[in-house]
């Protein structure tokens, strides 16, 4: 199984670049295959991994990938493999690699207003996709002779994330030329936005929501005069798009869809992030005293949250019992495993083993696709030398998320204390190739090689090895 998880890794990587440039036939064709497709949105996601831009949090990952997949389910490619993520980056912007590959920076998660007008946001990325207006770009590019697949890759990332990273990525590529040609034109503007429309009105959220956010986006630029955001840059806004939208929209009643809590709960989770522990605590005690907006569970969680960050633990325990009793009290928050997840780190702080441990064997048993909480409860499985039932959990996780750098850290480390040395390297060279890093994969697997083991582990890592030497002589060519 291992195997095949890198086999999906380097099938992706080293196809895309193997002889410089992929063959694209015929060289008016203006657009990529689904492989190709998949290859640039691979490629460029191990940069993203291995950069530190990259949010690495399982929980605000998880729930992006859950809202997009409602929204997903209602597209013309259900079943392409969308990958949803955050990116650590206060300016507003949202972006779509080919592949179906969205990255969602906080700044936008920070400034929707609601749970509809954050699916706006990625019902529209979903349709650039899904009419493939960035392949037909990249393809276009290629046609052009500029620059190989990988360093397109590259330097489109980095023009969608952020322009201070795009002049430098652009510049090594020397690609400058291409980095206008990147914007979306206004006709996959427009197409983005009517089948955007079309999605979440299937998924069932507020299509209002989507001429709000983008009224809201506009008048905020009016404010910052040359200061758009990303967003608006990317993707080019004009009055034309939102007299548009709004027309189609008008004719629709308005439906208030409340926010999950899901919804609120990661945006608790950012608006702390962004704050001392000692600050967070204030403001999240005021906003309860104050009781007049926002979602007392949420501000509580927050509280709890901030209170573990500055070590108060027994208040942090006294304010987890009283969120625990309200989120009881309703159906919408009695099972949510993000609750679960901050009770896990209030009882591992109180730093009774025992009682940690028997803790999260239940916690893991309800919410057993919540890898916040698989990664919490292994890494003190570890600690607590149960190596064994660690290495189990994170196999099946591993089997659903094969590109988890987190699990595959966690695997290493579980091996280790079992003295599987090469099993242990192994591990270890997955982490690093997911991230890109390829020269420290390279490196581990031989360690794991001169480890010595089985014949047919052995031959795994052999030919993990040869895969490996192939990505990286790809690589190597312009
Ligand atoms: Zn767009």
Same mark, same amino acid.
């Given at each position: 199984?291992?195997?095949?998880?890198?086999?999906?890794?380097?099938?992706?990587?080293?196809?895309?670049?193997?002889?410089?440039?992929?063959?694209?036939?015929?060289?008016?064709?203006?657009?990529?295959?689904? *492989?190709?497709?998949?290859?640039?949105?691979?490629?460029?996601?191990?940069?993203?991994?291995?950069?530190?831009? @990259?949010?690495?949090?399982?929980?605000?990952?998880?729930?992006?990938?859950?809202?997009?997949?409602?929204?997903?389910?209602?597209?013309?490619?259900?079943?392409?493999?969308?990958?949803?993520?955050?990116?650590?980056?206060?300016?507003?912007?949202?972006?779509?690699?080919?592949?179906? @590959?969205? =990255?969602?920076?906080?700044?936008? /998660?920070?400034?929707? %207003?609601?749970?509809?007008?954050? +699916?706006?946001?990625?019902?529209?990325?979903?349709?650039?996709?899904?009419?493939?207006? *960035?392949? !037909?770009?990249?393809?276009?590019?290629?046609?052009?002779?500029?620059?190989?697949?990988?360093?397109?890759?590259?330097?489109?990332?980095?023009?969608?994330?952020?322009?201070? +990273?795009?002049?430098? +990525?652009?510049?090594?590529?020397?690609?400058?030329?291409?980095?206008?040609?990147?914007? @979306?034109?206004?006709?996959?503007?427009?197409?983005?936005?009517?089948?955007?429309?079309?999605? #979440?009105?299937?998924?069932?959220?507020?299509?209002?929501? &989507?001429?709000?956010?983008?009224?809201?986006?506009? $008048?905020?630029?009016?404010?910052?005069?040359?200061?758009?955001?990303?967003? /608006?840059?990317?993707?080019?806004?004009?009055?034309?798009?939102?007299?548009?939208?709004?027309?189609?929209?008008?004719?629709?009643?308005?439906?208030?869809?409340?926010?999950?809590?899901?919804?609120?709960?990661?945006?608790?989770?950012?608006?702390?992030? %962004?704050?001392?522990?000692?600050?967070?605590?204030?403001? @999240?005690?005021?906003?309860?005293?104050?009781?007049?907006?926002?979602?007392?569970?949420?501000?509580?969680? =927050?509280?709890?949250?901030?209170?573990?960050?500055?070590?108060?633990?027994? !208040?942090?325990?006294?304010? #987890?019992?009283?969120?625990?009793?309200?989120?009881?009290?309703?159906?919408?928050? !009695?099972?949510?495993?993000?609750?679960?997840?901050?009770?896990? #780190?209030?009882?591992?702080?109180?730093?009774?083993?025992? &009682?940690?441990?028997?803790?999260?064997?239940?916690?893991?048993?309800?919410?057993? %696709?919540?890898?916040?909480?698989?990664?919490?409860?292994?890494?003190?499985?570890?600690?607590?030398?149960?190596?064994?039932?660690?290495?189990?959990? /994170?196999?099946?996780?591993?089997?659903?998320?094969?590109?988890?750098?987190?699990?595959?850290?966690?695997?290493?480390?579980?091996?280790? &204390?079992?003295?599987?040395?090469?099993?242990?390297?192994?591990?270890?060279?997955?982490?690093?190739?997911?991230?890109? $890093? #390829?020269?420290?994969?390279?490196?581990?697997?031989?360690?794991?090689?001169?480890? =010595? =083991?089985?014949?047919?582990?052995?031959?795994?890592?052999?030919?993990?090895?040869?895969?490996?030497?192939?990505? /990286?002589?790809?690589?190597?060519?312009?």
């Amino acid at each position: 199984m291992r195997k095949l998880t890198l086999a999906l890794l380097l099938c992706f990587s080293p196809c895309a670049v193997s002889d410089g440039l992929p063959d694209l036939g015929d060289a008016s064709q203006i657009v990529l295959t689904p *492989l190709q497709e998949r290859q640039i949105g691979q490629q460029s996601m191990m940069e993203i991994r291995a950069s530190k831009q @990259f949010l690495d949090d399982a929980e605000i990952n998880d729930y992006l990938n859950q809202l997009g997949s409602k929204l997903v389910e209602n597209s013309a490619e259900p079943s392409l493999g969308f990958e949803f993520f955050a990116i650590n980056d206060l300016t507003i912007n949202a972006f779509a690699m080919p592949g179906g @590959f969205i =990255g969602v920076n906080s700044g936008l /998660l920070l400034t929707v %207003q609601s749970e509809s007008e954050l +699916a706006a946001v990625l019902s529209h990325e979903i349709a650039h996709v899904t009419q493939h207006h *960035l392949a !037909r770009m990249i393809a276009g590019q290629q046609n052009e002779g500029l620059v190989s697949m990988a360093a397109l890759a590259v330097a489109i990332l980095a023009a969608r994330t952020s322009p201070q +990273a795009t002049e430098a +990525a652009i510049a090594s590529v020397q690609a400058r030329a291409i980095q206008k040609q990147l914007d @979306f034109t206004r006709a996959n503007e427009q197409e983005a936005d009517r089948i955007g429309l079309d999605l #979440l009105q299937k998924s069932d959220f507020n299509i209002h929501a &989507m001429p709000e956010f983008l009224e809201r986006l506009q $008048k905020a630029t009016r404010l910052l005069d040359n200061n758009a955001p990303n967003y /608006l840059r990317t993707h080019p806004i004009t009055t034309d798009r939102v007299a548009d939208i709004e027309n189609r929209v008008q004719k629709q009643p308005y439906r208030l869809i409340p926010d999950s809590l899901d919804f609120q709960l990661v945006r608790t989770k950012l608006i702390s992030s %962004q704050k001392t522990a000692v600050d967070a605590i204030a403001y @999240f005690s005021d906003a309860l005293d104050s009781q007049k907006h926002g979602n007392p569970i949420a501000q509580r969680y =927050g509280l709890v949250e901030a209170l573990l960050r500055n070590n108060e633990v027994g !208040r942090a325990a006294q304010e #987890l019992a009283t969120l625990r009793k309200m989120a009881k009290s309703s159906p919408l928050s !009695r099972n949510n495993p993000m609750i679960e997840t901050l009770s896990g #780190l209030v009882k591992q702080a109180e730093n009774n083993p025992a &009682m940690s441990l028997a803790f999260y064997r239940t916690a893991v048993q309800n919410f057993p %696709q919540h890898r916040a909480l698989i990664y919490d409860y292994t890494d003190l499985l570890i600690q607590n030398g149960q190596g064994e039932a660690a290495v189990k959990l /994170l196999a099946a996780q591993i089997t659903r998320h094969p590109s988890d750098t987190t699990l595959y850290d966690l695997q290493a480390r579980a091996y280790a &204390m079992q003295g599987k040395v090469l099993e242990q390297h192994q591990a270890q060279a997955y982490s690093y190739a997911w991230q890109g $890093k #390829l020269y420290a994969a390279l490196e581990q697997l031989e360690l794991a090689k001169q480890a =010595g =083991g089985s014949f047919y582990q052995l031959s795994t890592v052999e030919s993990d090895l040869r895969e490996l030497r192939g990505m /990286l002589d790809a690589r190597g060519k312009p």
